[in-house]
């Protein structure tokens, strides 16, 4: 077991001659991977993405890595450096930049042409300078030369890093697997990865994603198999979902359509934009003809139709998602139509997945879905492969990356089988800081390190506890209680009390339930001297802290109670009208 203790806490003194690693994301998850690299005076970040919520984040759209670090430290940072055009690798860019300024970003062709497009639509070109990088190019970053490797991943132009430092060469992996066979025929650089280990590397940090599945990923090219099968035999429309940056599984479709003279609609903005981007440069290849818009491809018989859609994760406001509710207002499922989900849900997202392939189920459509369909593979590292990028790069010190918690100490207990010792194998936090030199490593201090929650139709940043409320009333209802009293704490009015999605203990009527909190909130307010020595607001903290506990013993829920006391002098009691007559609101 490899030890993963937590050492030490506090500020980061930059500007010491120790290599610092700092995690802002990506460890411990799936998602918003954001690296910063310190040495001196000098920082550059590896990525900075963003990743969806779940479930139990009711109304938020994005959640982002917390950078108050960056905020802090931006006339250090000299920049950043990008794998690839994966959302959860640079979603986040457009939300720092308007927060600090980025000198420059290097990157592949591909993800540098997403990300022109969204800073352009958020207006914050002139935040940062963007540079595309070819393969094996070095770029300097502050003190760091930086290598872009090519890799294989699910998305085209992907890249590993390979960043010498004052104190030793890292290797970062980016997002990989080793594709022997890969679409666009563009192999793994190993050759430049033997070249750096045997010139000496200080630290692997590797992709962890698939470290719990044994042996070696297919091949993205084991999917065509399949999609040909599946545009062979399908009777009627074939209605295909993947990532929308998944440009080889994109590419397969466009191919599987040419090959069956099928016209191709795509629906959503994300993956019509990669598709216009990647054909631009060269990444795919399609005559003028095949795409068409959807109210035309409509007209055609069902035979000759493939839509090409985002919703692959089960997505509320997805086009998949609208069409399986029968929600949307062009495409309609019906019986005969084939649906290929060719993606595995991201964790988190199989509840959203599988209420999606119940609904196009039950509309009649074929739906082709599943690890063992042959329409998916995944574009991370099985544990061969991270075997195989451990011995080949034969690094001094090892820090897995990119996957939840149990990922992480896996991929750590891997390396050490791979001949590693121990103490040199990292499992890191976000937020934690890892020092090294060339013969030492250690965890010592923190950053700040959390969320910063996004709803776009709103406000920018969702405070995290009004999330929590908005969990608690979608769990367990919401109690009101409005009371007001005189001068002495004596009740004149109330306690009106309204109830909202409350479960109702059984035998209990709404009415019985109402006048048993008014009771107790009398109750409440017999406790002298308490009562006397509060405010107005404190007053109400206390009632709402008395309930909860109330609700909790009595009823074994935990409402939201919201408290509102109001206070009036004697000569208002005087000239205040009759209390009007209580109506009580049925859950």
Known sequence: MVAVEKNGSGEVELGTNVLKIIPLGGLGEIGKNTLAICYGDDIMLVDAGLAFPNEDMIGVDLVLPDISFLVENQDRLRGLAVTHGHEDHIGGIPFILKEISIPVIYGPALAIGLLEGKLKEGGLESRTVMRKVRPRQKVKIGCFTVQFIRCTHSIADSFSLIINTPVGTLIHTGDFKFDFTPVDGELFDIASLTKAADEGVLMLMSDSTNTEREGFTPSEKTVWKKINEVFANAPKRIIVTTFASNVHRIRQVLQ??????????????????????????????????????????????????????????????????????????????????????????????????????????????????????????????????????????????????????????????????????????????????????????????????????????????????????????????????????????????????????????????????????????RNILHVKPTVNALEEHDLSHFIQGALNRYFAEKMRAKPLVHVLVHQVSAKKVKSAPPKAAKSIEPR
């Open 256 to 521: 599987a359509a040419m090959k069956y003279d099928r016209k191709v609609s795509i629906l959503g903005r994300s993956m019509l934009n990669l598709a216009g981007i990647a054909r631009e440069l060269g990444y795919m290849t399609f005559p003028d003809g095949l795409l068409l818009p959807i109210d035309q491809i409509s007209k055609l018989p069902h035979n000759k139709v493939v839509i090409l859609t985002t919703g692959s994760q089960g997505e509320p406001l997805s086009a998949l998602t609208r069409i399986a509710n029968d929600e949307h207002k062009q495409i309609k499922i019906m019986p005969g139509d084939t649906v290929v989900i060719s993606a595995t849900p991201i964790p988190g997202n199989e509840r959203s997945v599988a209420n999606t392939i119940n609904a196009l189920f039950i509309r009649g459509a074929d739906v082709i879905y599943g690890r063992d369909a042959g329409v998916h593979v995944s574009g991370h590292a099985c544990r061969e492969e991270q075997k195989l990028m451990i011995n080949l790069c034969k690094p001094k010190f090892f820090m897995p990356i990119h996957g939840e918690y149990r990922m992480l100490v896996k991929h750590a207990e891997l390396a050490v089988d791979c001949g590693l010792e121990e103490q040199n194998c990292f499992v890191l936090e976000n937020g934690d800081v890892l020092e090294l030199n060339k013969d030492r490593g250690l965890k010592n201090g923190r950053v700040k390190a959390g969320v910063i929650l996004i709803d776009s139709s709103r406000a920018w940043h969702i405070n995290e506890e009004i999330v929590e409320e908005r969990r608690h009333l979608a769990d367990d209802g919401l109690v009101t209680i409005a009371i007001t009293l005189d001068e002495k704490k004596q009740i004149i009015a109330g306690p009106d009390v309204g109830l909202k999605g409350i479960i109702l203990p059984r035998g209990l009527s709404p009415e019985e339930f109402v006048i048993k909190v008014q009771g107790e909130v």
